[in-house]
């Protein structure tokens, strides 16, 4: 069964969701669900992927809640920042914008379904969110954190420095120059469209000084972006202090795998050694951010199945 929901969250506004709520017979799953919208994108989700994940886990016995936050869907309130349109609302949820209204809905799901087990559910900003609240919230047993980002992001940040932080000089070099022999390229040059300054940063400073100048040292001796969410990290320690399972999912082409290979991973693997026990990874092949093949898509759930029939997490 579904039907809509409404709570208010811990400065008044109403929000917004659907619960899905298993038939009697297969209600007897140890956790609820709180699948987090998707950054700014509302419950439903990119390929309806997160309508979809619900279902599927309701199906199984899992009561699933779907929510807007704040300022985004249907819900009330207003996520502001320099530009609403731009990444300075990203950078407000990276830093944690979204995890009060998490705590609330959490506390609806709890209540509604009698579950005192939680497990948290995000993709890209929704994840970032989700691991801080699985942090915050003794009651979050496992976090599902799908194409992870661990780098803060700000409209003050060039998109080619962005790249240029996880991507080989030669790799891009070759990728500019690909796009300079393209007779496209050119035409926008003419009509003033572009300067190719990408290709210039790339060239004369990319290889220059090094792409790894904006890396410092990592507290276990690996250099880390200086746009690394520490408080990532520190949620991942706490989280794991208490026991709680961590499930990274990734799409092989979403550049979120690289920056958390640089800058997240070597703090879980102890530079190498190995994933903790209650650690696992998958990145899937070929993907990309929304998983738009049905290929993709049914890897995903399959690897969020394989999650939930995990000892301690399902039945």
């Not at 506004?13 to 700014?40: E, S, Y």
């Not at 992870?148 to 790249?163: G, K």
Request: glycine share 10%; charged share 25%; net charge positive.
């Amino acid at each position: 069964m579904e039907r809509p929901i409404s709570f208010l969250n811990r400065d008044g506004q109403r929000l917004f969701g659907i619960l899905h709520a298993p038939d009697a017979p297969l209600a007897h799953a140890k956790v609820a669900v709180n699948l987090l919208n998707a950054g700014l994108k509302g419950r439903v989700a990119p390929n309806r992927i997160s309508v979809r994940i619900a279902r599927a886990l309701c199906a199984r016995g899992f009561p699933v809640l779907r929510f807007d936050a704040h300022g985004v869907g249907d819900s009330e309130g207003e996520l502001t920042g320099v530009n609403e349109l731009n990444m300075d609302v990203w950078g407000m949820i990276q830093r944690g914008a979204l995890v009060a209204d998490t705590l609330a809905a959490n506390d609806v799901l709890a209540r509604e379904t009698g579950k005192d087990r939680i497990v948290v559910f995000g993709q890209c900003g929704g994840a970032v969110t989700a691991a801080l609240a699985a942090a915050a919230d003794g009651r979050v047993r496992a976090a599902v954190l799908v194409d992870l980002p661990v780098r803060l992001v700000s409209s003050s940040i060039d998109m080619t420095d962005l790249w240029m932080d996880i991507h080989p000089p030669g790799e891009m070099v070759k990728e500019y120059l690909r796009k300079a022999a393209d007779p496209r390229a050119w035409m926008k040059l003419l009509r003033l469209q572009s300067n190719f300054t990408g290709l210039r940063k790339v060239v004369f400073r990319g290889l220059g000084a090094g792409r790894r100048k904006g890396l410092r040292g990592g507290a276990a001796g690996h250099p880390v972006s200086d746009r690394f969410l520490w408080s990532l990290k520190d949620a991942c320690d706490s989280f794991l202090a208490r026991k709680g399972l961590l499930s990274f999912v990734f799409a092989e082409n979403d550049f979120s795998v690289k920056e958390f290979r640089q800058d997240l991973l070597p703090f879980l693997d102890g530079g190498g050694r190995g994933l903790p026990r209650g650690v696992s990874l998958h990145v899937i092949k070929d993907a990309n951010h929304i998983y738009t093949e049905e290929a993709w898509q049914a890897e995903l759930f399959g690897r969020i199945n394989a999650f939930f029939d995990a000892p301690g997490i399902g039945q």
